[in-house]
């Protein structure tokens, strides 16, 4: 019902940027929390940045300073600005979104994941 599509990864030098986007699109009534994860090989899966529908933001102590997050609203898309990019922040990331549906008179909130955009950093 509901699909979150990243775009925007790929591969870039140490010090280098990049941007990602996630749409969301289906049958969607309002979106809460939206947020970028990301997982290392070998590691777990972890927060990277979040952005409430109200535009608070979070970030994780590692990319705070060189990394935004920002949102559009109408276009249910969260963005990830990502600066001074280390090797170290090489992973599949994955943007995620708390999502309330409605079908007639039920709302259901559900948490719903893209498939991953691959960023890597080269030294």
């Known amino acids: 019902q509901v699909q979150l599509v990243e775009s925007g990864g790929g591969l870039v030098q140490t010090g280098g940027s990049l941007s990602l986007s996630c749409v969301a699109s289906?049958?969607?009534?309002?979106?809460?929390?939206m947020a970028w994860y990301r997982q290392a090989p070998g590691k777990q899966r972890e927060l990277v940045a979040d952005s409430t529908s109200s535009g608070r933001t979070n970030y994780a102590d590692s990319v705070k300073g060189r990394f935004t997050i920002s949102r559009d609203n109408a276009k249910n898309t969260v963005y990830l600005q990502m600066n001074s990019l280390k090797p170290e922040d090489t992973a599949v990331f994955y943007c995620?979104?708390?999502?309330?549906?409605?079908?007639?008179?039920?709302?259901?909130?559900?948490?719903?994941w893209g498939q991953g955009t691959q960023v890597t950093v080269s030294s």
């Open positions: 289906g049958r969607i009534y309002s979106i809460n929390t």
């Open positions: 995620t979104a708390s999502v309330v549906t409605r079908q007639g008179i039920q709302f259901t909130q559900q948490n719903y």
